[in-house]
């Protein structure tokens, strides 16, 4: 299963855009020893998010799954706000971003990175 998204993904991305702040839903499974990678990723990103006004809105390890197909067992659970999905599209393109993004890559042997909209209140 790839964790990162291609070009094409990135393009369907941007064309389903419906415009406003997207949350990020990221479901993680680690390789063996994947752990440490990916803290030193989440260190580093901090100031990729910074420059394009996203934010971490939680992070934190799974734990029992109450209702979910089998193979559902996730490590753990990332959610990231961005003001916009140009704003995500920006960050990924930048070539320094890119250099960081060898880390999660290593870190993870499977993900889920689905763009979500907020509800109306």
Not at 37 to 59: K, Q, S, T, W
Not at 86 to 93: G, P
């Amino acid at each position: 299963m790839p964790v990162d998204p291609t070009g094409a993904d990135l393009k369907r991305y941007l064309q389903e855009d419906p415009g406003g702040p997207v949350v990020m839903l990221n479901l993680l499974r680690f390789a063996e020893g994947g752990r440490a990678g990916y803290d030193e990723y989440a260190r580093a990103i901090v100031p990729f998010l910074d420059r394009v006004g996203g934010r971490i809105v939680y992070a934190g390890d799974c734990a029992t799954a109450l209702v979910a197909p089998d193979g559902h067992d996730w490590d753990a659970v990332l959610l990231v706000e961005y003001p916009s999905r140009e704003a995500f599209s920006r960050m990924v393109a930048d070539p320094e971003y890119q250099q960081i993004t060898g880390l999660r890559t290593a870190a993870l042997s499977e993900a889920v990175l689905q763009a979500t909209t907020p509800w109306a209140a």
